[in-house]
């Protein structure tokens, strides 16, 4: 059975994992591999932070058009683009977290790559110091 975070838990997810990735990226090699494998972490959370949020996103979605639209759009005779407008409004909340967990995990990945150009940089300034003799030190 699939196990879906409840929206109020990615919420606090979300609040400490932006914490996480607003720190500035350190400048020590051994803190940049503690941090790179924190971030390998994050970005498998925030996908399934994301799925999750779509999840609660298209379930409020479905609810507002089945329970509350679809009688108000008839009594009214609302256009289509008007009924999206009110469902889409009705599930904001829903709407933002998924796109700041999308946006999570898009830093994350961003964050990662600029850490491995660190320890790239890292390893050349070693080899071109003479501090690496053919071997891989990292």
């Not at 990615?10 to 996480?20: G, R």
């Not at 909340?93 to 995990?105: D, G, I, Q």
């Not at 964050?111 to 080899?127: A, G, H, P, V, W």
């Amino acid at each position: 059975m699939l196990q879906v975070t409840p929206l109020d838990q990615l919420i606090n997810e979300a609040e400490a994992i932006q914490e996480f990735l607003d720190e500035p990226s350190p400048d020590d090699i051994n803190l940049i591999y503690s941090r790179g494998s924190e971030l390998q972490s994050y970005m498998s959370r925030t996908g399934k932070m994301k799925s999750d949020a779509k999840f609660h996103y298209e379930t409020k979605k479905r609810a507002t058009i089945m329970e509350e639209i679809i009688g108000l759009g008839e009594a009214l005779k609302l256009p289509p683009s008007t009924i999206n407008k009110l469902v889409d409004s009705s599930c904001a909340t829903e709407s933002s977290v998924l796109e700041w967990c999308s946006r999570l995990n898009a830093t994350a990945t961003h964050q990662l790559d600029y850490l491995r150009s660190l320890i790239s940089m890292e390893k050349e300034q070693l080899r071109l110091s003479g501090g690496m003799n053919n071997q891989s030190n990292y």
